[in-house]
């Protein structure tokens, strides 16, 4: 059990984590001690990931698409801007039936921004 939630350790076989140094310090961080009490109780080392949405925006940063993300970005832009168009556009996926919910703005990455 990890700790209230009803999850088996032994189930568990990675994370992925935001970057943050309270999450992914193998020292100090959730997972680091995550993944010290999984090995002690099942023997096996879990997968450590770095969160995806990152690693492809790292990839965006480096590869120039900008005649992808800007449109992209800028639809993202108009359909946050107004509180109606947006509740619209959350309804539109909730009426879809799709996976996602909502869309999130596009921002810099924390740690990219450090050095």
């Not at 995550?34 to 879990?46: S, Y």
């Not at 800028?74 to 556009?89: A, D, E, G, Y």
């Amino acid at each position: 059990m990890l700790g209230n939630l009803p999850i088996s350790l032994e189930k568990i076989v990675g994370i992925s984590t935001d970057g943050a140094q309270a999450m992914s310090s193998m020292n100090v961080g959730v997972t680091g001690l995550l993944f010290n009490e999984i090995k002690n109780v099942t023997g096996k080392e879990i997968f450590v990931n770095h969160c995806i949405i990152h690693q492809e925006n790292l990839c965006a940063k480096i590869v120039d698409m900008a005649h992808v993300n800007q449109p992209v970005i800028k639809l993202i832009n108009f359909l946050k801007s107004r509180s109606l168009r947006h509740r619209q556009f959350k309804e539109f996926f909730k009426n879809m039936e799709s996976e996602y919910g909502d869309v999130v703005y596009n921002t810099e990455i924390r740690w990219l921004s450090i050095g």
